[in-house]
């Protein structure tokens, strides 16, 4: 069964670095979303990607972040400049139209 | 906006016993209703869903989920729970928007432990 997978599983960074996070969605999928969980609180809405555009985003996802499709299979969300507050499991997610599938996530800590 | 409720931050049940995990939202249309669950380490797998049409859905692992228009509820129930279903379990409403975004809002989780 095809599945959404992230890459790396675990990134370390220290702050003010940029870090890229990658998702490989699943290659029918049409929208792609990039959530985030800080440790013990609720999944948060970052992003949306529809026909290689933002189509929605939170008010999380300031100036810091951008999302690209550089090529037909990955989806990459970049913080230009981490915080210490940008510690968090990032969860990639894909849907043809209206049930998501999330990736395994990429746990980023920010020193 | 949108909003998602799940009053039991932590329960824990006994292997065997039923369960039934709660879950209230706020949303102005018909809702689009899911519940995901989240073991250790591990990412978010659809547990099931709901739509239209019958009111209670079945989805994997023996869990089912009963939509209540008038408790604006989505209750996730087991008849029996194995030790393998501890885990943090998610109910979540898609706040569509226009061109096509299903963006999820999550509730807070509620986490369920398994006594042998």
């Known amino acids: 069964e095809p599945e959404v997978t992230q890459t790396p599983s675990h990134q370390v960074t220290q702050m003010g670095q940029e870090v890229i996070l990658r998702c490989v969605p699943i290659s029918n999928h049409l929208y792609f979303y990039w959530y985030r969980q800080i440790l013990g609180q609720k999944v948060e809405f970052l992003v949306s990607f529809y026909n290689n555009e933002i189509s929605e985003k939170s008010e999380i996802f300031d100036d810091q972040f951008s999302v690209e499709r550089p090529d037909g299979s990955n989806f990459t969300l970049k913080i230009r400049s981490t915080k210490l507050e940008d510690s968090a499991m990032y969860f990639c997610a894909s849907n043809p139209r209206d049930t998501q599938y999330f990736g395994p996530g990429t746990r980023l800590t920010v020193l | 906006a949108q909003s998602v409720t799940q009053p039991d931050i932590h329960i824990t049940v006994s292997e065997g016993a039923s369960l039934e995990l709660r879950c209230n939202y706020s949303y102005g249309a018909t809702p689009y209703l899911f519940w995901y669950v989240q073991s250790p380490g591990q990412g978010l797998q659809l547990l099931l869903k709901?739509?239209?049409?019958?009111?209670l859905v079945q989805g994997i692992k023996g869990f089912e989920a009963e939509f209540k228009r008038s408790q604006s509820s989505f209750n996730l129930r087991k008849p029996s729970v194995h030790w393998s279903d501890a885990a943090e379990y998610f109910c979540a409403v898609v706040a569509g928007s226009g061109a096509g975004s299903y963006q999820l809002t999550f509730g807070k989780g509620t986490k369920l432990s398994v006594i042998p």
């Open positions: 709901y739509f239209s049409g019958d009111t």
